[in-house]
């Protein structure tokens, strides 16, 4: 399972479209629930935009979305600018000669290859790129061989890069392609590396003043103490391509789910980073009030422009 709270996501829009529906009187323009699917692979608002989402239904004059995420449940978080990472992930195939393994100089080992290539792509972050500038290169895979005495012909690494800046983005990735191709020659691979992307999720961006807006609606809603400031997070998202794809302002925000006396244990305790993250196998939102936080929370913000 992806376990990042999606059907919490599906929730929480049908709920917010059952009232406006119920509430037609109430409210001046026209509300278009957007149900995005496949935000785990990255192309789902792709998917949607290809069918025809801009051709079929009106162009909106502004975006909004949201995601559960940890944090006391009920409370909401929100900033102007950046908001989530730009996302990237490769699949890199790395080629040597397989032999068996009493003879390795009949090799060219794709093992050692692919060691030395997983350690030198760390470097990029601690050596190539400014302290100040966020990144993250996670090898997440790394498959090659099958027998404890036979080298292998190939190895294949797959790795993700979150990044906040697209200069930065470039920047890595270049690092990424120089640095698999000067290992490979390095081991005198018989061909060069091939590198494929898999996905790539853009960097999500709140226009700051729709932010304002949101943020004030939901501080006149809210007790104080449930709308927070929130910081850019490596996560990722493909809401960013609505916005991007209609050139309208969007904003995009996240909703606590995490129940909030173990939340409060665990910060008073220091062990905030021990709660299951989305993708966890342990992550599971409580019901209340994430639920009724969500479908608040979209109301409120979308009857900032229809009220
Ligand atoms: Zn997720
Ligand atoms: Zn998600």
Known sequence: MHACGHDMHVTWLIGAAALFARARNAWRGT???VFQPAEETAEGAQAMIDDGLFQRFPKPTFVLGQHVMVGPSGVLSLRPGVVTSAGDSRQIRMFGRGAHGSMPQASIDPVVMAAATVLRLQTIVSREVAPTDAV?????????????????????????????DEGVRDRVLAAITRIVHAEAAASGAPRPPEITPLDHYPLVKNDPESAQRVGDAFRRYFPAGRVLAGQPTTASEDFGSFGAEWGVPSVFWFVGGTDPAAYAAAKAAGGVADRPTNHSPHFAPVVRPTREAGVEALVVAAQAWLS
């Open 31 to 33: 509300f278009m629930p």
């Open 136 to 164: 993250v290169v996670t090898i997440g895979a790394l498959q090659t061989g099958a027998k404890e005495n036979v080298i292998p012909d190939q190895a294949i690494i797959k790795l993700n890069v979150r990044t906040f």
